[in-house]
């Protein structure tokens, strides 16, 4: 499966975008999807994660109540809806995909087997 991610810029903090990825092929509903974020300096580090069919939304404590993860299937998109950003939040975002028919999900970028582009998030104090 192939992936690419759109939606980064640059904003102020306290403000908002919409990651958006998309995949190739017609089995999407059986990969789990997660967003990765690459800081420089800093490791690879965990965002959120979807199920396939969207029931289960992991996310990062450092996240969490900001950022929303989300899936339409029917467009084979993963969102990643992101508010109230602070200048921590800059890195490159990475949608990745991970093969599971069992419905569930991993915040370990070592089980995701497919990875997009990256998108770049800049947010200014």
């Not at 967003?35 to 996310?59: M, Q, Y």
């Not at 993860?69 to 299937?73: A, E, G, K, L, M």
């Given at each position: 499966v192939q992936l690419q991610a759109s939606?980064?810029?640059?904003?102020?903090?306290g403000g908002s975008l919409r990651l958006s990825c998309?995949?190739?092929g017609s089995t999407f509903s059986r990969y789990s999807m997660g967003?990765?974020?690459?800081?420089?300096?800093?490791?690879?580090?965990?965002?959120?994660?979807?199920?396939?069919?969207?029931?289960?939304?992991?996310?990062a404590n450092s996240v969490k109540g900001r950022f929303t993860?989300?899936?339409?299937?029917a467009k084979n998109t993963v969102y990643l809806q992101m508010i109230s950003l602070k200048p921590?939040?800059?890195?490159?975002?990475y949608c990745a995909a991970r093969w599971d028919v069992?419905?569930?999900?991993?915040?370990?970028?070592?089980e995701y087997h497919y990875w997009g582009q990256g998108t770049q998030v800049t947010v200014s104090s």
């Open positions: 939606g980064g810029g640059l904003v102020q903090a998309v995949a190739s967003w990765f974020r690459l800081a420089p300096g800093k490791e690879r580090e965990f965002v959120a994660a979807i199920s396939g069919g969207g029931t289960k939304t992991p996310t993860i989300s899936r339409v299937n921590e939040d800059t890195a490159v975002y069992s419905g569930g999900y991993s915040v370990s970028d070592r």
